[in-house]
């Protein structure tokens, strides 16, 4: 074997080895050998089974074997020519090159290591930002947006029709062909006027009744609606609507304030400062979202210069290769999959995204570990579980699904980004203070 370790950078390495095809035949007989000892071949005792009858019957395999523990070797004769330390090793040695010539194998192998970072000062990555604060207009409607929430339903005493908003209790009755059909039916149903809770027309219809009167509306069901004998079919509803009720908000006192921080003592400026304190917090995340993140992460692209592993890098121009075809129309991705050229073009259009995506990572993951900051799997759990009961879906089946798919790093990454960013924001904030009380 002949073997030779290029350095391209300081995270990546270029082994070019020659595998002589005595070496790999050395490697097959030996393998068939040991194999004879132990596989069970019908005819043959155990351990008694001719060697040439398992290199016939397992000849390929043995081969990607012998193939596969001499590759083993050329990396280990690698690592040690290059003085290379396993654990700084990251992810899978990449082939370049991989061709049987005159019964040897030649190969071209990149050995890629993790980036090593000198992280210096970084108290001046997060940029200049001011704090949005809550206007007295905006602080009212949080304050009414709240009141909504503890609004009581009450009958209306003055001797109007049901309207827009309100809220109607009524007897309902459903007639296909003369006869009422199962599910069709209810007494004293409370709907709110404008909710979309029915088929589109039923609400509609009981607009400008009053109460106590009776009515029959029409209505015509979706074709795709799940009961098959109603879908695409015209019915009849039996109507009598009993009462009209509307949503009647409480004061904005100290008694709401009461209720809405569930503390006995509290009073209205409370509520006020807690509304003020929403409205600020719900700024300073749209702020961050769309302003302050993808400006520390472009600070810190253009601060911090290494070199990356290419394995690690050509993964992630995979993954975006694979999200951007997602976007392609079936003509694109066919021109894509018959041409090189169309798919190396492809390639190298989102490589300086990729450059940067997996640059940032090193980078976060760097200052995260400087920065003691960690995310455990329970913080993980909760954070998907919050947001399955938002999207109303099963909080089990969305982490599954997130393990799965592998996504669990992803969403760990994300979180892990955030304690980070909100910490050097933190560190900008000090320094904004030390400024104001040196000045």
């Known amino acids: 074997m002949t073997l030779n ?12 080895a020659t595998i002589e095809g005595k070496d790999i035949s050395a490697k097959f007989d030996k393998l068939a050998k040991e194999a004879s000892k132990t596989l069970k071949v019908d005819g043959f005792r155990k351990g008694k089974v001719p060697v040439a009858v398992i290199k016939k019957m397992y000849g390929e395999k043995l081969q990607q074997d012998a193939e596969a523990e001499a590759i083993g070797e050329v990396l280990q004769e690698a690592y040690k020519e ?60 949080e304050l009414d947006s709240i009141a909504t929430k503890y609004s ?5 005493e003055d001797d109007r029709a049901l309207q827009e908003g309100d809220i109607a209790v009524f007897d309902f009755k459903g007639i296909l062909n003369g006869e009422a059909f199962e599910g069709g039916s ?11 809770q029915f088929i589109e027309g039923f609400e509609e219809q009981l607009i400008g009744m009053k109460k106590g009167e009776e ?5 015509t069901f ?24 509307e949503d009647v908000k409480p004061e904005i006192d100290d008694e709401l304030a009461k209720k809405a921080l569930a503390k006995e003592d509290a009073t209205l400026d409370e509520l006020k400062s807690h509304a003020k304190k929403i409205i600020e ?5 749209k702020l961050y979202e769309d302003e302050l993140k993808p400006k520390i992460l472009e600070n810190l692209i253009a601060k911090y210069q290494f070199d990356l592993p290419k394995n690690i890098v050509e993964q992630e121009i995979d993954n975006l290769v694979n999200q951007k075809a997602q976007t392609l129309s079936k003509e694109e991705i066919e021109e894509i999959k018959n041409s090189i050229e169309k798919l190396d073009e492809l390639r190298e259009s989102v490589r300086e995204d990729a450059v940067n995506s997996v640059k940032a990572t090193f980078i976060v993951d760097a200052l995260a570990k400087a920065e003691n900051i960690e995310v455990s799997d329970s913080e993980i759990s909760q954070v998907l579980y919050y947001e399955a009961l938002m999207s109303g879906q099963d909080p089990q089946e969305v982490i599954k699904y997130y393990q799965t798919n592998n996504l ?15 910490k050097l924001l933190a560190l900008y904030e000090n320094n904004e203070e030390e400024e104001k009380e040196e000045a």
Do not use: C
């Not at 370790?5 to 070019?16: A, C, H, I, R």
């Not at 009515?215 to 209505?219: C, E, G, R």
């Not at 917090?281 to 995340?285: A, E, G, L, P």
């Open 5 to 16: 370790v290029e350095k391209l950078d300081n995270s990546n390495y270029k082994v070019t």
């Open 82 to 141: 290059a003085n290379i330390n396993l654990d700084d090793v990251i992810g899978n040695p990449t082939f370049e090159k991989y061709e049987e010539k005159d019964d040897n194998i030649e190969v071209e192998i990149i050995i890629s290591l993790r980036p090593q970072i000198e992280l210096g000062n970084y108290s001046d990555i997060a940029p200049e930002y001011t704090k949005e604060e809550a206007t007295e207009e905006e602080i009212n409607e």
């Open 152 to 156: 009581k339903a009450k009958s209306i």
């Open 186 to 196: 209810a007494e004293n149903y409370e709907l709110k006027i404008g909710s979309k």
């Open 215 to 219: 009515k029959t509306i029409k209505v």
């Open 222 to 245: 979706p074709e795709d609606y799940q009961a098959a004998n109603l879908a695409g079919k015209e019915v009849d509803f039996e109507i009598k609507l009993h009462d009209i009720k």
């Open 281 to 285: 917090d719900s700024k300073t995340r």
């Open 408 to 422: 669990i790093p992803v969403v760990k990454m994300g979180m892990m980004e955030d304690k980070l960013f909100t």
